[in-house]
């Protein structure tokens, strides 16, 4: 069982910064490959950056791909997205979510999610 606590989120101008982070409770966070979603009101959810248990391995949607960076500290069982040049269009509210096993895209695999962390951007 994990339990995810996302904070991080919060109003910021376009063009601004802002790193969400993930507490993840557990001894296994190192098993778990760990990913960021986000949900705009009246949109799907969609996948925006994951990382392998061992950091190696990242991947991100190309809406996120040169703005956005994952990363992860497996000793203190956090993940963490720094979001910069934030457009109005990132505006969702970002979940962190795990899964056992490969890294996979699809949001349905994911067997822990967070209560998710509001990000708005204004223009």
């Known amino acids: 069982q994990v339990q995810l606590v996302e904070s991080g989120g919060g109003l910021v101008q376009a063009g601004g910064s802002l790193r969400l982070s993930c507490a993840a409770s557990?001894?296994?966070?190192?098993?778990?490959?760990m990913n960021w979603f986000r949900q705009a009101p009246g949109k799907e959810r969609e996948f925006v950056a994951a990382?392998?248990?061992?950091?190696?391995?990242?991947f991100y949607a190309d809406s996120a791909k040169g703005r956005f960076t994952i990363s992860r500290d497996n000793a203190k069982n956090t993940v963490n997205l720094q979001m910069n040049s934030l457009k109005p269009e990132d505006t969702a509210v970002y979940y962190c979510?795990?899964?056992?096993?490969?890294?996979?895209?699809?949001?349905?695999?994911?067997?822990?999610w967070g209560q998710g962390t509001q990000v708005t951007v204004s223009s």
């Open positions: 979510a795990a899964k056992t096993g490969q890294l996979t895209t699809t949001a349905g695999a994911y067997q822990y």
């Open positions: 557990g001894r296994t966070f190192i098993s778990y490959t």
């Open positions: 990382i392998s248990w061992s950091g190696r391995d990242t």
